[in-house]
């Protein structure tokens, strides 16, 4: 059983995640990104109809129940992983649409995911609201929304202190979910293989899957706008989900259906964005809102 300090612990790390996330975002920059709404609209659809679909249907398939079927729920219901960003980044794919889609993916989620989880592992979302909807907007509100905006604000009214203590933050919130995940490993690392390979098939399907879901509405978009879709609906919330199981869903078996889920994500998400920056040449890569820029247009720029 996940103890107190261990709750506490998750919830400190999700609340310097965001902030970090926040201290590093003008409103500009959440200006330019936010006013992509054709794309950001596929973006949701993906996210919070697609995705969590192919999940439970992935878990009816693989005959996975309990408490490991409710952990992989948890990661199809929290989009919006800051990491998603970090690598679009990295695969130089367009960075201002990933930041766009998290943004709204992080203000939407205290809302479509506390009523997705109650409709889904509950089954009646009337019955559930003041025992587990209400509560989880709350959270949601507390440590995900709310130090969002405070870092936007920090940013907008003292920037020059803010870009220095921003890495800084980021760096902490990185350490302790390495510590959590560390912690959880060594305590209860059995539990990992305790339901077989199932859930970790299942976890591989739903990954790749959810890249390829991200890729599939923009067939008619620049390469970087399809990897940055796709690389950032594949990246889930880990943070938020590992917070929400660790307060709301209990079981040990929850957690480390999560943590396996997000162990995998990393790893695929790491090869593919690899992949995608051998293949691109750097010109190619776009910035916040820009387009990217190509040769003939560099040339032309030189000139």
């Known amino acids: 059983m996940i103890d107190q300090a261990l709750r506490v612990l998750i919830g400190l790390m999700m609340f310097l995640t965001v902030l970090a996330m926040g201290m590093g975002l003008s409103f500009a920059e959440v200006g330019r990104a936010l006013r992509r709404a054709r794309i950001l609209a596929l973006g949701f659809a993906v996210n919070f109809v697609a995705i969590p679909a192919l999940v439970l249907l992935l878990v009816k398939v693989f ?23 970090l690598f679009v980044d990295y695969a130089r794919g367009d960075v201002g649409l990933s930041v766009g889609l998290l943004l709204g993916l992080t203000f939407s989620s205290m809302v479509v995911t506390p009523i997705l989880l109650g409709l889904w592992t509950g089954g009646d979302v009337g019955a559930s609201l003041s025992a587990t909807i209400w509560p989880m907007m709350r959270l949601i509100l507390t440590f995900q929304v709310a130090p969002l905006i405070a870092g936007l604000l920090l940013r907008h009214f003292a920037e020059s202190r803010t870009r220095k203590v921003q890495p800084w933050i980021a760096r902490v919130a990185r350490w302790l979910m390495l510590g959590i995940i560390a912690a ?51 990246n889930r919330n880990l943070a938020l989900a590992m917070l929400l199981a660790a307060t ?18 990393l790893i695929v998400a ?21 387009a990217p820029i190509d040769d003939a247009e560099r040339i032309a720029g030189d000139r």
């Not at 305590?187 to 899957?209: C, D, E, K, M, Y």
């Not at 709301?248 to 994500?265: D, E, I, K, Q, R």
């Open 248 to 265: 709301f869903f209990t079981h040990p078996s929850t957690f480390a259906a999560v943590l396996a889920y997000g162990l995998l994500m």
């Open 63 to 85: 005959a996975i129940d309990g408490p490991v079927a409710v952990g992989l729920l948890l990661c199809a219901l929290t989009p919006g992983g800051g990491v998603g960003t």
């Open 184 to 234: 959880y490993l060594f305590t209860q690392g059995q539990l990992f293989f305790a339901n077989g390979l199932r859930p970790f098939v299942a976890s591989l399907v739903a990954i790749l899957a959810s890249f390829l879901l991200g890729l599939g509405p923009l067939l008619r978009a620049t390469r970087a706008e399809r990897v940055s879709l796709g690389l950032t609906s594949m």
């Open 270 to 290: 790491f090869a593919i964005a690899a992949w995608f920056r051998r293949s691109t040449p750097a010109l190619g890569r776009a910035v916040l809102g820009e």
